[in-house]
Structures are given as C-alpha cells and as structure tokens.
C-alpha cells in the first residue's frame, strides 16, 4: 500500500512542534531509512501511521484513504496492516516466545491449526525454533528483538515499521537485526526503519534515507513525486508546464520515430499498473524520473504534432 505523508504537522500544545509540513511519498516494498537525532519526530511518523495521533495539518493516506476520516471501529483493522519493532521489545514476560509471537493471532479469531503453522514458519524465519519455549527474561536483547520482529509479521502485515530496532543492542546484534529486516523486505514487505544507529546507516547506506531534524525534513536521498491529486491547483499547474517545456526541448523526430515514442510511452504506462508489477520494487533515481516525465511529455507533443498534420492534409484535399 501506497504511503502519503502530505504537509504533516502535528504539534503538541501551542509551544512544541513534532512535525512541522512534512510531505513524503513511500511505494509498496520499499526499504526507507527515517534518521535523525532523538526528539527529531521518527516517532511521531509511527504513531501518525498506525493513527495513534492525528495531525493539526496536512493529512497522512494509507492508499487513497485518508487516516483522520476513519472511524474508531475501522482503526484496528488498519493496525493489523502495520506491524511495529519497538526498541525495548514490549514482549510480554509471563508468555514464552511462542505464546507472545502467537498472541495477535489470538486476538484475531485464527484457529489453533493457522496459530501452529504461522507461529511456526515465524520461529524459522527469524532462528529462534529452539527458543519456542523459554521467556523473554532468558533472552539476549538480540533475540528478544527478533522475537519482537516475528510478532509483527504475525498478521502479515504489508508494512513493517521498525523505532530505533537496535537502540538497545551491540554492533553484532544490530547487524543480525538489520540483516533480518533486509531479508523480509526482499519477501515484499514495505520496511520503514527509524534509527539514528551508525552501525545501521552504514549497512544500509545504498538505501533511500529520509532526514528529519527538529521535526522539519531535511533532505530525501531519492524523493518520490506526489501524486497530482494531492497537489494544490497551482503546483499542479507548475508540474504539467514543466512537462511541456521539456517536451519542447527534445530534438525533431520524423513520423516513423515518433510512431516509436508512442508504443514504448504506451508499454511503459502498460507496465505502470500496481497489480502488474513484480514484488521486488526498485527505487528510481532521479536520472530515472526524469526519462518518464520526458517521455510523457513528448508523448503529448507528438499526438498535437500528428493532429495538426492531419488537419493540414485534410484542408488541402
């Protein structure tokens, strides 16, 4: 599902701001970093996300729906899509691990066969079979930070949220961690990972970094386009004479090539559907963002160019 952060602020009483219009887009299966110092809103994001807070402005969309128009009945079915990694784990001590990893299972009305076999296939996932029975006080902090992880995947969610997952833990443990949430978002789980942790930002220095810093961004290493419906008339106005511009800029092409231009346009929006894309989303760089507003754009001068041919040739039979 589609992310939407479109000019957040959330502020708490009239002195202390959290976020302050904080616009960011996030597509199905991305890994994203959220970094910055503590008190910098990484939080903030999470519990906006799982609507735990509302914003004072702006609005956060899950897809096409907006969160501050869902109703309180609705809420918990939109939690069950996010699975959320705290920092200090939030395991419960009188459950073992197979109980605390099968707990939102049973929450969820699943039947003990589904309970087994997806608790099961989780204790596999993050190594912790062995471990199926013991407590979280006989856990090192890496572990019990996995099992926490194996919790948050047992409703399969399609968004993993992960606050500081390593604040607790070595250098050692924090790469098993990172490793482990690399490897889920590889299965097609969008992961978003809140850490100011240099052992991780290292790991994971290829990977598209949101920068927060007292609430405002800062920088967005690989930032995606809001979509036009979410932009105000005027900005919207100034993305479609940019595209013309460009489109004007491009060297004459005889018919036949633009006869090419058109079918690979035409492929590329074919392609362009959700439903039709592999799992394994690649983030595009801005080289990349560039060829499809261009292409788009000479798509439009093409088919004007073609109309006006057409129309001489008309006239001058």
């Known amino acids: ?31 994203v970093l959220i970094t910055g110092p503590s008190g910098s809103g990484k939080t903030t994001l999470m519990r906006l996300l799982i609507r735990e807070y509302t914003p004072e402005a702006g609005e956060v969309y899950w897809g096409e729906q907006a969160l501050s128009e869902l109703r309180s009945n609705q809420v918990p079915f939109h939690r069950r899509q996010i699975g959320v990694v705290f920092q200090d784990y939030k ?30 296939d989780l ?12 407590f979280p006080s006989q856990l090192s902090g890496g572990e019990a930070q996995r099992v926490s992880i194996a919790r948050a995947l047992a409703t399969g969610p ?14 050692e443990a924090s790469l098993e961690i990172v490793r482990l949430l690399r490897q889920i978002n590889k299965l097609g789980t969008t992961v978003i990972l809140a850490t100011h942790d240099s052992v991780v930002l290292e790991f994971l220095k290829a990977e598209r970094r949101i920068s927060l810093r007292k609430g405002a961004m800062e920088k967005d290493s690989a930032p995606k386009a809001m979509p036009k419906k979410m932009l105000a008339p005027d900005e919207e106005d100034a993305v479609e004479k940019a595209e013309v511009k460009t489109a004007k800029t491009l ?10 231009v058109l079918e690979v346009v035409t492929e590329v ?36 160019d073609k109309s006006s041919k057409s129309a001489t040739s008309t006239k001058a039979k």
């Open 91 to 120: 395991l419960l001590p009188e459950l073992n691990i197979w109980e605390n990893i099968a707990l939102p299972l049973s929450i969820t009305g699943k039947d003990q066969a589904e309970i087994e076999s997806r608790v099961t």
């Open 123 to 134: 204790l596999k996932l993050v190594g912790l079979v062995d471990k199926a029975h013991v």
């Open 1 to 31: 599902m589609q992310i939407i952060f479109d000019a957040v602020t959330k502020q708490f009483g009239p002195v202390s701001t959290a976020l302050a219009e904080v616009s960011f887009v996030i597509d199905p299966g991305e890994l």
């Open 251 to 260: 060297p004459d092409k005889t018919e036949e090539e633009a006869e090419v």
């Open 269 to 304: 929006e074919t392609l362009g559907d959700d439903d039709e894309m592999p799992e394994k989303k690649l983030v595009k760089s801005d080289a990349e963002n560039h060829k499809s507003a261009t292409k788009s754009a000479h798509k439009s001068v093409v088919k004007k």
């Open 158 to 171: 399609s968004v993993i949220f992960a606050d500081e997952p390593t604040g607790n833990l070595d250098p």
